[in-house]
């Protein structure tokens, strides 16, 4: 029997090659008058980033976009937005961008701290409205251009928070494949094993449907196909075109789905060590699969059959060839399966064990997950 389900995606996804071109398009469709374009220093520079700028009457431009998005930083992009008066926004980036975005166009239109609306804050305000952000993706990782959240770091407790509304999704999602041609293999690999645990944490989340499900499986097939081909071919636009799809379809999933173990424990390594999220959600795939024993057995045969339809696995065996799977996937793309080069320490690891136990996505794992279990995993990534 199907389980009960919500499904809600109000974002309006346009994909193809150049079609950052159309932006002028839904600028007048949502009557902006006076845009913000969120982005960091380095894309404005790019010839893309300038051809946006120059394409835009009167755009001002906020560049001082953080990795891992900071309360102050965001607080910081809201009040611009307000100084300049902008009644729009453009997001063009990787998920800090896109959050950042997200999150001040709360801010700046409420005139509040977004500290009052982090998750994790117990007396936490209801999202009410915000500007219309158009957001343009730079990686295929995140799928925050289509997805009811955005992570924000305090960077005093370094715990990473968030914000959740479906005030928050993006109005467009302008998905174009040749802005990511430019991307560095290691930033490939990174965000490449998001979307891969995106989909593979929306098969086993707790809160799974029939919906998502298909969503999170043809991405899963997607990235063990394209994703070696955009690493050893970064300019193959097919390639790369294919990894942007597998992002927002594994996106969407993961904005109904949450995630599971890996993001659970992944995010404290970002928050406290600086590991890639990327990274750090995808060596985390192995221990999420390894903990979950056989209960999720019918899931991963469902996803190795749809991977790879030939090949036929029992049932009880479906845990150790996904794993297998996966293993060769990152010899293929040549990734570290560990964390030794973060030098994580015992005191690191104690905060970390603290963020993570309480952390949504941890309470989603489709099996109990102690402090204990928490803390080998990080001593196993720490190698
Ligand atoms: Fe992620």
């Known amino acids: 029997m199907r389980k009960e389900f919500n499904y809600f995606m109000p974002t309006k996804i346009v994909f193809g090659n150049g079609y950052i071109d159309k932006v002028e398009e839904y600028i007048k469709k949502y009557g902006i008058n006076k845009l913000c374009l969120i982005t960091d220093s380095f894309l404005a520079e790019t010839s893309f980033g300038q051809k946006l700028i120059e394409s835009i009457n009167g755009v001002k431009v906020f560049t001082e976009v953080e990795i891992n998005p900071g309360i102050q930083s965001i607080n910081a992009c809201a009040q611009k937005i307000k100084e300049w008066d902008c009644d729009g926004i453009i997001a063009l980036g990787g998920g800090s961008s896109i959050d950042t975005a997200k999150a001040a166009s709360v801010c700046a239109l409420s005139g509040e701290s977004i500290h009052k609306y982090l998750d994790g804050n117990p007396d936490k305000i209801e999202i009410k409205n915000t500007l219309p952000v158009i957001a343009i993706p730079t990686t295929s990782g995140t799928g925050s251009e289509v997805s009811q959240y955005a992570v924000i770091t305090d960077e005093k407790s370094l715990r990473k928070d968030s914000i959740t509304s479906e005030h928050i999704y993006p109005k467009v999602a302008i998905v174009d494949p040749v802005l990511t041609t430019g991307l560095s293999v290691r930033l490939t690999i990174d965000t490449g094993l ?9 098969m086993f989340s707790k809160i799974r449907n029939s919906f998502t499900e298909i969503l999170a499986l043809e991405a899963i097939r997607t990235v063990f196909q394209w994703l070696p ?13 294919e990894m942007a799809f597998a992002s927002t379809l594994a996106g969407i999933a993961m904005s109904h789905c949450c995630g599971t173990l890996p993001h659970g424990l992944g995010c404290p390594l970002s928050g406290h060590f600086g590991v890639p999220h990327g990274l750090a959600v995808g060596v985390l795939q192995k221990y999420g699969i390894l903990s979950m024993g056989h209960t999720c057995d019918d899931e991963c045969q469902r996803i190795i059959s749809f991977v790879n339809p030939e090949e036929n696995c029992k049932r009880e065996e479906s845990g150790e060839i996904l794993l297998q799977m996966i293993d060769e996937l990152f010899n293929t793309i040549g990734c570290e399966k560990d964390l030794k080069e973060y030098h994580l320490d015992e005191e690191g690891i104690e905060r970390m064990v603290e963020d993570a136990v309480i952390h949504g996505c941890t309470g989603l794992h489709p099996v109990e997950i102690t402090k204990e279990d928490i803390r080998n995993i990080y001593y196993k990534l720490k190698g």
Do not use: F, Q, T, W
Not at 194 to 200: R, T
Not at 229 to 241: F, L, Q, S, Y
């Open 229 to 241: 081909v955009c690493v050893k071919e970064p300019e193959n636009i097919e390639a790369r075109g």
């Open 194 to 202: 998001d979307v891969l645990s995106h989909a593979m944490e929306s």
